[in-house]
């Protein structure tokens, strides 16, 4: 209940126009800036710098370019622009070729027509350099819009685009066992929108005991699935099935938030563990740091603290 009016709470806060004001003024200005824990940056540049970063530590990379709920047609249009100018910057750092990205992004709450048409064309410039697509799931009103924008492009050829779900609604079983049987590589997260109890687990023990059996399925019947996790007791479970069925690391990766449990990265990557860090970045970036924050509220304190010392910083 209580991580439920977490996620409700903050959910609110990210719609204060007050609010962002401030974030925008204090969030991303120095390199100390609290949103910049969570945030590689405004530019494709920094997050570049901070995927070469990343990669050196042993870390595997995905980039995602912050931005959702488009306002109109010609917006979702320049969103697959900005990814392509994002494609080519990649392969001339020749850091890791890993993008993710939302469908909402594209188009999909305008007509999913646009939506399609702009996914086909990302598609096909990443395809062209040998990128891997995660589209990102959002709020339970867009899982099946998603699925069926998934299912479309996976029935014309497409497989360099995989998918994510989230343990906290109760189809998502469903779903991973029909995305199992067809190949798809899935990445399993707990999920970080605020949900009618009808179609979410409310509480932790809900949420933690459909991903661990998610992960099980996943292990054993996925195509090299992510477990997506900051969770020790997860983490371990995880570890503790693949060695007890015989599955080697290399089959499936542990996949973590730029900036969250540094400490628990580093201690899977010395165990041999295959891990990656999503590394968001982007303009937009104030709805991803709040539901950040929702997700783990004790994060608010370190982000008090950050602006406290901001605003007394001299100008």
Same mark, same amino acid.
């Given at each position: 209940?209580?991580?439920?009016?977490?996620?409700s709470c903050?959910?609110g806060l990210?719609?204060?126009?007050?609010?962002?004001?401030l974030?925008?003024?204090?969030?991303?200005?120095?390199?100390t800036?609290?949103?910049?824990?969570?945030?590689?940056?405004?530019?494709?540049?920094?997050?570049?710098t901070?995927?070469?970063?990343?990669?050196?530590?042993?870390?595997?990379i995905?980039?995602?370019?912050?931005?959702?709920?488009?306002?109109?047609?010609d917006?979702?249009?320049?969103?697959?622009?900005d990814?392509?100018?994002?494609?080519?910057?990649?392969?001339?750092?020749?850091?890791?070729?890993?993008?993710?990205?939302k469908?909402?992004?594209?188009?999909?709450?305008?007509d999913?027509?646009?939506?399609?048409?702009n996914l086909?064309?990302l598609?096909?410039?990443a395809?062209?350099?040998?990128?891997?697509?995660?589209?990102?799931?959002?709020?339970?009103?867009?899982?099946q819009?998603?699925?069926?924008?998934?299912?479309?492009?996976?029935?014309?050829?497409?497989r360099?685009?995989?998918?994510?779900?989230?343990?906290?609604?109760?189809?998502?079983?469903a779903?991973?066992e029909?995305?199992n049987?067809?190949?798809?590589?899935?990445r399993?997260?707990?999920?970080?929108?605020?949900?009618?109890?009808?179609?979410?687990y409310g509480?932790?023990?809900?949420?933690?005991?459909?991903?661990?059996?998610?992960?099980?399925?996943?292990? $054993?019947? +996925?195509? !090299? @699935? =992510?477990?997506?996790?900051?969770?020790?007791a997860? *983490?371990?479970?995880? &570890? %503790?099935?693949?060695?007890?069925?015989?599955?080697?690391?290399?089959?499936?990766?542990?996949?973590?938030?730029?900036?969250?449990?540094?400490?628990?990265?580093?201690?899977l990557?010395?165990?041999g563990?295959q891990?990656?860090?999503?590394v968001?970045?982007?303009?937009?970036?104030?709805?991803?740091f709040?539901? $950040?924050? +929702?997700? !783990? @509220? =004790?994060?608010?304190?370190?982000?008090?603290?950050? *602006?406290?010392?901001? &605003? %007394?910083?001299?100008?």
């Amino acid at each position: 209940m209580l991580d439920a009016l977490a996620r409700s709470c903050f959910h609110g806060l990210a719609g204060s126009h007050a609010i962002r004001r401030l974030a925008s003024r204090y969030g991303m200005r120095r390199p100390t800036s609290f949103a910049r824990r969570f945030i590689a940056g405004e530019s494709v540049a920094e997050a570049i710098t901070a995927a070469r970063r990343l990669q050196s530590q042993g870390r595997l990379i995905t980039l995602d370019h912050l931005g959702e709920s488009v306002a109109d047609a010609d917006s979702a249009r320049a969103a697959v622009g900005d990814y392509r100018t994002i494609i080519e910057q990649v392969e001339a750092a020749g850091i890791e070729r890993n993008l993710s990205v939302k469908l909402t992004q594209l188009g999909l709450d305008l007509d999913r027509s646009l939506c399609l048409d702009n996914l086909r064309r990302l598609l096909d410039a990443a395809a062209a350099g040998d990128f891997f697509i995660r589209i990102d799931m959002e709020s339970s009103a867009h899982v099946q819009p998603t699925l069926d924008v998934f299912g479309t492009v996976w029935d014309a050829g497409y497989r360099n685009v995989g998918l994510v779900l989230q343990s906290y609604l109760r189809r998502s079983m469903a779903d991973l066992e029909a995305l199992n049987r067809l190949g798809v590589r899935i990445r399993l997260v707990k999920g970080a929108y605020s949900e009618p109890p009808e179609v979410a687990y409310g509480d932790k023990a809900g949420v933690d005991a459909a991903f661990v059996e998610m992960t099980a399925r996943l292990l $054993r019947d +996925g195509t !090299r @699935p =992510a477990i997506a996790t900051h969770d020790p007791a997860i *983490l371990a479970s995880t &570890r %503790a099935y693949a060695h007890a069925h015989d599955i080697s690391p290399a089959r499936f990766e542990f996949q973590m938030l730029y900036g969250v449990r540094r400490d628990l990265q580093a201690a899977l990557i010395r165990a041999g563990c295959q891990l990656r860090v999503y590394v968001p970045f982007g303009e937009q970036w104030f709805p991803y740091f709040m539901r $950040r924050l +929702g997700e !783990r @509220p =004790a994060n608010l304190m370190f982000v008090l603290r950050s *602006l406290v010392e901001e &605003r %007394a910083a001299p100008l």
